[in-house]
């Protein structure tokens, strides 16, 4: 993921109202905020992606296995790649293409794989972090009874958001897949809320 996309999104959460932290252990959003740069394009390419395809067959309590075997699988079949060297483009968001890609695209083939296997959209959402080391980075969110959890191409393992030392900018709305959301919480969360 570019930085000038990280960029664009920091400088607008700058201006929102941070979040007011976690309900339970979900990231609760403050504010509406446009998508991130390559986000449109693949809506229009994957109608999965971007409208709420109703309820699936996966209730809460048999979906952490089902989260678990789907990222490592993703992770297991995905090689890194940049977008440059897989689509020829500086920032493209798609599945991944020759089984290359970077975060956002094993992020789309983990939504995609749990949409096909009846996981509900409307408990699925794609965000922006910034990682550990503070680079930019995309990962899936599931949305369970007991919160939030993340499916991450850097990590073998769905853990909750909180336990991921990310920091959570923003995400695609639960229940409006087309439109984003302010979601700053994590460690690095106070110096963009202006505190």
């Not at 296995?65 to 689509?87: G, K």
């Not at 020759?98 to 749990?114: H, M, P, V, W």
């Not at 007991?146 to 923003?170: I, K, P």
Request: charged residues 15%; glycine residues 10%; contains cysteine.
């Amino acid at each position: 993921m570019r930085t000038s996309l990280i960029l664009s999104m920091l400088a607008a959460a700058l201006t929102m109202l941070p979040s007011e932290g976690s309900a339970g252990s979900m990231l609760r959003a403050s504010r509406s905020i446009g998508a991130p740069i390559g986000f449109p394009s693949a809506c229009a390419r994957y109608a999965w992606l971007c409208h709420n395809q109703g309820g699936g067959k996966i209730s809460d309590d048999a979906a952490m296995p089902v989260l678990q075997r789907v990222n490592r699988s993703v992770n297991a079949s995905v090689r890194p790649a940049l977008d440059i060297s897989t689509s020829g483009k500086s920032e493209y968001w798609s599945l991944p293409i020759d089984n290359r890609g970077d975060c956002e695209d094993y992020a789309l083939l983990k939504l995609k794989t749990l949409l096909d296997a009846g996981f509900p959209s409307n408990k699925l959402s794609m965000s922006v972090v910034l990682d550990r080391r503070g680079n930019n980075h995309v990962v899936l969110l599931a949305r369970l009874n007991a919160g939030d959890y993340v499916l991450d191409n850097l990590s073998g393992s769905v853990r909750t958001w909180e336990s991921t030392g990310y920091t959570f900018l923003a995400s695609q709305n639960f229940s409006n897949k087309g439109a984003w959301q302010v979601t700053l919480a994590g460690p690095r969360a106070g110096q963009f809320s202006g505190t």
